[in-house]
């Protein structure tokens, strides 16, 4: 009997063309099981972080496909992104962003799909409790930590959440309504399906994620209260043109998974926070000074209430840049984030 696999519960049908594109992939590198003449389901691979470049990207003496080319129309999911060596993680840009891999080898070189659906997980510093109680991390400790995934790659991430343990007593009480995966799939077909009509015309464009600029501009118009909320969010984090193209496509498919024409205010409200990862990292605080030689910032205690409460006090640039140029000693800095104003 064959067991159906939660990829396969939960991911949209693959139209014929997909499932004989991943077929010919799998039937080269080996792995097309007895008694299965087309693979019908999304393929979902989730290698581990020792895995070597030629098995993620592909490559050896055949140029043999590698995970990025076994996920081609499904999920390729990288669990602890930061254990992944920097050289794997700087060779994944070129997959991810053309959605496929060429591979030279002396008799030749060899092009294959990899267009997939990128999902990762990691934790949020070293000790993996951060911001609860529990954490004993440095903010420069998270912050070296979260800097092993470069800008490049954090970029092409759409969306960034941080999930919360569960809280026992909480989830216990079994009130709030969860939606199955069938639910949630018939959500996604359904939006799938949207999308698939509008750019019925278009070549090589059946999804949001898959579109240019010139169909951005067509269908990713805003109002200007949504126009005013995306900017101002930008210019406050900073965001690339790409992660402004990354937020409309989102704000698109919010609509569409609610069936309406237009992005609306809430769409842009709803994608903005996405980006959780954006916002924790720009509250992390690191130290330095004109005078500091060393690399003393990384001694600067976190789960210090005092410095919690300063922080909240003053926004952390403000709070930086007071102590950039004042050349304060690390002694005199570390007095001046401690202090407890309360008792003065
Ligand atoms: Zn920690």
Known sequence: MRHITTAEMTTPEMSEAESLEVTKIYSISGFLSDGHALIKSRPFRAPHHNASL???????????????SLAHNGVLFLDELAKFPNRTLDALRQPVEDKKVCISRVNGTHTFP??????????PCPCGYFPGRKCTCTDYEIIKYR?????PIMDRIDIQKSVHPVNFF????????????AELRAVVERARKIQQERYRNEEAVY????????????Y????????????????????SARTIHK??????????IDGVPEIRSIDIQKVLRLRDLDKSNS??????????????????????????????????????????????????????????????
């Open 283 to 344: 509250s992390l605080l690191v130290v330095k000074s004109a005078r500091m030689q060393d690399q003393r910032e990384c001694q600067v205690p976190v789960n210090c209430n005092q410095l919690m409460k300063k922080r909240d006090e003053l926004h952390n640039k403000e709070l930086l840049q007071t102590i950039e140029h004042s050349s304060r000693s690390f002694e005199e800095i570390m007095d001046f984030l401690t202090a407890d104003d309360s008792q003065e």
């Open 114 to 123: 990899s267009n997939f659906m990128f999902v990762t997980a990691m934790n």
């Open 170 to 181: 909480e989830a216990s009480k079994g009130e709030t309504k969860r939606r199955t995966s």
């Open 207 to 218: 999804c949001n994620a898959q579109m240019t600029t010139s169909l951005m501009q067509q």
């Open 147 to 151: 800097n092993r995934i470069s800008g």
């Open 220 to 239: 990713c118009g805003l109002d200007h209260a949504s126009l005013e909320l995306l900017k101002t969010t930008c210019e406050a984090f900073g965001y």
């Open 247 to 256: 937020l409309l496509r989102l704000a698109r498919t919010s609509a569409d």
């Open 54 to 68: 030629n098995a993620l990207i592909g490559g050896g003496a055949n140029a043999m496909p590698g995970e990025v």
